[in-house]
């Protein structure tokens, strides 16, 4: 996940990047983010969540030993350059820091240690001199190519001698450009990009040509836009408000109905008046026959759920999946009755332990024989005073 350019408040920022992170969890099976972002989850999610990611494998991290693009120079005449992480040592101690200063002890939880000791061994490394020449290649290419420079207004043509007020574009061009390297060298198949990299990857490519290499680009915002119109609350806003946790939505994931609709939501070509058109209307059986061919790999988990005990045979399993679930399967299914199920559930009981603590905190206030503040219309000695 790659966060970009675009300009928010800390909580708007720190909501969108929560929001965004669920969503990616409810609809892809592994999670790839670049080494300087977890700095980013650490600030967002707890450790003892991140640390459960990492152990199933989901969240995945990239090493390239370097850090952010950068301009050095005297104004107008500015040069394009990158900083760098000494080594893969100071980035591990950097995270160790970042998790010192969170748990406010300054010492390590084992829950932190557990966390940074698999960060430190399960890396993606890039090779960081590789990485670096194909970024500025690549940048290079884009300020030279109208499409791109018309558009952001850029009147700098060579990275050793760049304007003033083309610092922040470029640099822009530059982020979007290492994720496009990186989605590249581990095979992505999406990458989430904000607002001003989505316009500079449409400028690079075009429409046509994006929409047939990167079809995976606008994956997460489909998504949310699909949550959006069914009226469905936003997962980043509940999660900030305690309502759920990452534990409930991996709960949502990992149920048979998430993997069912993580493999019907790849079948998409992740257009967005298609896929809203399947989900908002009738059932589609078509999708049975796309879904059929990538079902067994979870045939083993079904039949376990089946029946844990005696076991299941794999034909049998299958059977059940294709009569019972895929008959006509429609991604409403997953929508409606396990992620709103679930979520109504969590606000309801995020309600009722409200209820109850404005209740404790005017107890003393209530007569016995008054209304109950629950609103039941019983006297508050035959309702809550005895709960």
């Given at each position: 996940m790659i966060i970009g350019f675009q300009e928010f408040e800390f909580e708007e920022r720190k909501q969108q990047i929560i929001n965004d992170f669920i969503n990616a969890l409810l609809i892809n099976d592994q999670i790839f983010i670049y080494s300087y972002d977890i700095f980013f989850l650490i600030d967002c999610f707890t450790i003892t969540e991140l640390r459960k990611l990492v152990e199933l494998d989901i969240l995945k991290v990239i090493y390239g030993e370097i850090g952010s693009a950068y301009f050095t120079g005297v104004k107008n005449n500015l040069k394009f350059g990158f900083g760098s992480y000494q080594d893969f040592g100071t980035y591990i101690l950097g995270v160790e820091n970042k998790l010192a200063k969170k748990s406010h002890s300054g010492l390590l939880n084992q829950a932190e240690n557990d966390f940074l000791a698999r960060i430190e061994a399960t890396p993606h490394k890039i090779d960081k001199d590789t990485l670096i020449q194909r970024i500025t290649d690549a940048t290079k290419n884009d300020i030279s190519n109208p499409n791109i420079t018309g558009t952001k207004f850029i009147?700098?043509?060579?990275?050793?001698?760049?304007?003033?007020?083309?610092?922040?574009?470029?640099?822009?061009?530059?982020?979007?450009?290492?994720?496009?390297?990186?989605?590249?060298?581990?095979?992505?198949?999406?990458?989430?990009?904000?607002?001003?990299?989505?316009?500079?990857?449409?400028?690079?490519?075009?429409?046509?040509?994006?929409?047939?290499?990167?079809?995976?680009?606008?994956?997460?915002?489909?998504?949310?836009?699909?949550?959006?119109?069914?009226?469905?609350?936003?997962?980043?806003?509940?999660?900030?408000?305690?309502?759920?946790?990452?534990?409930?939505?991996?709960?949502?994931?990992?149920?048979?109905?998430?993997?069912?609709?993580?493999?019907?939501?790849?079948?998409?070509?992740?257009s967005k008046e298609e896929t809203l058109k399947h989900v908002l209307n009738s059932v589609d059986n078509r999708l049975q026959n796309i879904i059929t061919k990538h079902i067994r790999w979870f045939i083993p988990v079904v039949a376990s759920v089946i029946n844990p005990i005696g076991g299941v045979t794999a034909s049998y399993a299958n059977s059940f999946i294709v009569e019972k679930m895929l008959s006509g399967y429609h991604p409403n299914l997953f929508l409606d009755k396990v992620l709103r199920k679930n979520i109504t559930r969590k606000e309801i009981q995020h309600r009722k332990k409200l209820t109850g603590q404005t209740i404790r905190k005017r107890k003393a206030k209530i007569g016995r024989n008054e209304p109950c503040i629950c609103g039941s219309g019983k006297k508050y000695k035959r309702c809550c005073l005895i709960k």
């Amino acid at each position: 996940m790659i966060i970009g350019f675009q300009e928010f408040e800390f909580e708007e920022r720190k909501q969108q990047i929560i929001n965004d992170f669920i969503n990616a969890l409810l609809i892809n099976d592994q999670i790839f983010i670049y080494s300087y972002d977890i700095f980013f989850l650490i600030d967002c999610f707890t450790i003892t969540e991140l640390r459960k990611l990492v152990e199933l494998d989901i969240l995945k991290v990239i090493y390239g030993e370097i850090g952010s693009a950068y301009f050095t120079g005297v104004k107008n005449n500015l040069k394009f350059g990158f900083g760098s992480y000494q080594d893969f040592g100071t980035y591990i101690l950097g995270v160790e820091n970042k998790l010192a200063k969170k748990s406010h002890s300054g010492l390590l939880n084992q829950a932190e240690n557990d966390f940074l000791a698999r960060i430190e061994a399960t890396p993606h490394k890039i090779d960081k001199d590789t990485l670096i020449q194909r970024i500025t290649d690549a940048t290079k290419n884009d300020i030279s190519n109208p499409n791109i420079t018309g558009t952001k207004f850029i009147k700098s043509t060579n990275l050793n001698s760049v304007y003033n007020q083309d610092i922040i574009k470029i640099l822009s061009i530059a982020h979007t450009n290492r994720a496009l390297i990186l989605g590249g060298e581990i095979e992505i198949k999406n990458i989430k990009l904000d607002q001003q990299a989505k316009q500079i990857v449409n400028s690079k490519f075009g429409p046509t040509f994006l929409k047939k290499i990167f079809r995976g680009m606008n994956k997460v915002d489909v998504f949310e836009e699909i949550n959006n119109l069914k009226g469905l609350p936003n997962l980043g806003f509940l999660y900030i408000s305690n309502i759920i946790s990452l534990n409930d939505i991996l709960t949502i994931r990992n149920s048979i109905d998430g993997k069912v609709f993580r493999i019907w939501y790849e079948s998409q070509e992740y257009s967005k008046e298609e896929t809203l058109k399947h989900v908002l209307n009738s059932v589609d059986n078509r999708l049975q026959n796309i879904i059929t061919k990538h079902i067994r790999w979870f045939i083993p988990v079904v039949a376990s759920v089946i029946n844990p005990i005696g076991g299941v045979t794999a034909s049998y399993a299958n059977s059940f999946i294709v009569e019972k679930m895929l008959s006509g399967y429609h991604p409403n299914l997953f929508l409606d009755k396990v992620l709103r199920k679930n979520i109504t559930r969590k606000e309801i009981q995020h309600r009722k332990k409200l209820t109850g603590q404005t209740i404790r905190k005017r107890k003393a206030k209530i007569g016995r024989n008054e209304p109950c503040i629950c609103g039941s219309g019983k006297k508050y000695k035959r309702c809550c005073l005895i709960k």
